[in-house]
């Protein structure tokens, strides 16, 4: 949009003239970033996230490289894989939450998030 090929204009440049148009950029301090689709899921660990606001509509940019997942997978899943600590892939406050809503034992609780890939919507259904 503004700049041509060769290496575009100076980023501070390019911020005050976005300025004087009315657009405030800031700087996401993102951990994650999920964009879901209804084949797959996306899924941008440590992305750099800007977000622009031009007069009122928000718009965010996310620039890292994503790795594709089933569909509906990321997420809450996402947190125990993330923790090396955790047995078998499985976030230990979700088994917590499962053993207070449903009353079933950590051991009973971990294996059914296990088979239900980290879902705790379907966790909890199966145990109640």
């Known amino acids: 949009m503004f700049g041509g090929g060769g290496g575009g ?3 501070r440049k390019m911020e005050q003239m976005m300025k ?3 657009i405030d950029v800031d700087d996401i301090d993102a951990e994650e970033v999920i964009i879901r689709t209804a084949d797959h899921d996306l899924v941008f660990t440590d992305p750099e996230v800007t977000k622009m606001d031009a007069r009122g509509q928000e718009t ?3 620039i890292g490289t994503p790795e594709e997942r089933d569909s ?3 997420g809450e899943l996402e947190a125990g894989e993330s923790d090396d600590d955790s047995a078998g892939g499985v976030d ?4 917590d ?3 207070t809503r449903t009353g079933a034992s ?3 609780a971990r294996q059914a998030l296990e088979d239900n890939d980290g879902d705790l919507a379907a966790t909890v259904a199966e145990l109640e």
């Open 92 to 95: 230990e406050d979700d088994v």
């Open 106 to 108: 950590e051991e009973e």
């Open 72 to 74: 509906g997978s990321a």
């Open 9 to 11: 204009l100076n980023p």
């Open 97 to 99: 939450l499962v053993v």
């Open 20 to 22: 004087q148009m009315g």
């Open 60 to 62: 965010y940019q996310v």
